[in-house]
Structure formats: structure tokens, C-alpha cells
């Protein structure tokens, strides 16, 4: 059976359930959650086609010799528009986009000129949108991922797939009945010159007084070129307590529970641990917040996207597959946390 297949059955075997669930109240105890559920927006998954969105992020080919024609996502007009095709699956699935629009003095690494009016002050927009608990709390989980890329590259893999992923874990956390914690899920401005937008957005939640529990960022998720499944787990050595494997943890066990699913054909490979400041997790972690990244195998790990940062990172090169498991395996950890 195809991981597309797959999800099929499940999604309609939920909805089932929480039909139950509502029209026989007495199968459950907790009436106040079965509110929360039938309160519930309806989610139809099959509207959102994950290889259709990353194309049209992205661009669909590798012909076209300029890459603001097909996906580039660096000036300003370019991430724009980016974030109009974001916003529009986030209201199909039931979310409200909101815009964080931020403005620092601070230098940007590598600017090219019409990267942004005013050079070397910070300014952008990060794209969110927020699902609450199903009971009072002031705890929250971010999950989000970059959509900028890099002058002259697509971006399919870095990082279309993750905002595809992160669209995702959405549909699915959609459908979770109970909630113990608040859910957000960000689209980061200005990655790729120094982790801007994800700096400000982390100070943002802080300065609004929201106990933050995790933050999950995924980031290229579209390369497998060995096809061994494996995925990489980022947290990095910073001002943060030691996360003492517990992250590690909770992602391997997820990633055990997807290995024993039935009629599954896409199962999770090894889990890999990196320490590295590479990545969205560190200015989280800069900001006292528990952070890891989920990626693909980079360069330490052997498997490396050889389209990197180039013209070639194209939708039509990528794992779907893969990235849906990547996918799942947030699914799977952010959804024990929500228990």
C-alpha cells in the first residue's frame, strides 16, 4: 500500500471516530473534550497535495534559466509571494494566517543588492498561525521552517519541503482531539542571511509572556538519495540546558511506532543525532527554548543534496515519500507531547 494510500484510510477512519464520538456521547467520559471536537474545524487533507503546492512554491522545472522565473524566494516581491501561496493552503485547511512583520539594525550576512530597500537593517515577515488547546493552558508548541531561499536556486528542497512539511504536521495536528497545549505553525522570513526571522519571532513569544515547551524546526526533507530513510535530529550546543537525549528520545520512539505501523511502505530508517549551530533550533535555543531540526542526511552524514544552494534544487528532484515520513515522525513526537 503507498504512504498516499495510506493516509487515505487513516484520515477517513478518524473521521469516523470523532463522528462517533459526538453522536454517542456516552462512549466517553469526557464531555467537555467531545465539545472540543465537534468545535473542531472540518479538515479536507485531500485538497492539499503536497507535490502540487512545493511545485507551485518552487517552480516546476529545471529548464527555465532564471530562478526568479521559477521559485526564488530572496527579494522582497519574491517572499511576498511566497507567503500569498502559504496563506492560501493555510485558510484550506482551516487555519488563519497571521503576519509578524519585523525591522532591526541588524546586519544581514550576505545581502545582494535588491535583497531589500535600505541595506544592512534586518527587515521581513514571518507568516504564522496558531491552534489552540483543547483546555485552558499557557503552554505552547512551535513547529515551523523557512520559506527564503538563497540568490539564483528554486529552493526546492532548501526549503520549500519544509514549509511543505510543516503543512503537513498541520493537517494532521488539526485532527488530534485533545490538546494540552497550544499549537503554532511559523513560516520563517530571511533564514539563508542569519537566522532573522526566527531570532525575532522567538523573542516575540518570550516578550508576549507564552511558555514555550518545544520548538520542532524541519528543514530540507525532500533528499534521499541513498534511500535508507534515515533522519537527521539537530540540537546544538548553546546557552540552553543539555537536552540530555531526551528529544533523541522521543524521536526514535516515534520513529519505532512508524516501523510497526501496518500497511505502511515508507518506514523510517536510523534516527541521527548532530550537534550544530546550523540550523533554526539555535536562536530558539539562544532564547532558553528547548529546539531541535529535523533534516535529511547533510554532508556529515554522507547523503548530500549535490543541488544545494543551486539552480538545479528543483520540485521535479525531490523524495516525496520521504518527505511525507518526515513529516509523520513530527506528527508522531508533537502528538505524544499534546497526551
Known sequence: MSCENFYRRIKKLIKVLILLAVIIPGCRSNTSAVRAVAMLPEVDSTLF??????????????????????????????????????????????????????????????????????????????????????????????????????????????????????????????????????????????????????????????????????FHNIDMVGWDGDHDRDIVLMHGVSLVPPLDDRYMRLYTQAAQFLRTESGRDCRPGEILRSDTNRGEHITFEMHGIQAVTVIEEFAEEGDFNPYYHQLGDSCDRLDYSYLRLCADLVVAVVTRQLQ
Open 49 to 214: 497535495d503536497p507535490q502540487t503546492f512545493l511545485c507551485e512554491l518552487s517552480g516546476r522545472t529545471v529548464s527555465e534559466s532564471d530562478a526568479r522565473a521559477i521559485g526564488q524566494r530572496y527579494r522582497p516581491e519574491e517572499r511576498a509571494r511566497a507567503r500569498i501561496i502559504i496563506a492560501r493552503e493555510l485558510r484550506r485547511i482551516g487555519l488563519s494566517p497571521r503576519e509578524h512583520t519585523y525591522e532591526n539594525g541588524r546586519e544581514v550576512f550576505y545581502p545582494a543588492p535588491g535583497y531589500y530597500p535600505g541595506e544592512g537593517t534586518a527587515r521581513g515577515v514571518n507568516l504564522y498561525a496558531e491552534l489552540p488547546a483543547t483546555m485552558p493552558t499557557n503552554d505552547w508548541i512551535v513547529i515551523g521552517g523557512h520559506y527564503d531561499t538563497v540568490l539564483g536556486t528554486p529552493g526546492a528542497d532548501d526549503n520549500a519541503s519544509g514549509v511543505t512539511a510543516v503543512l503537513l504536521v498541520a493537517t494532521e495536528l488539526l485532527r488530534v482531539p485533545e490538546r494540552r497545549a497550544n499549537l503554532i505553525f511559523v513560516f520563517f522570513d530571511q533564514e539563508e542571511v542569519g537566522l532573522v526571522g526566527s531570532d525575532m519571532f522567538a523573542q516575540r513569544l518570550l516578550d508576549q509572556g507564552r511558555n514555550i515547551i518545544t
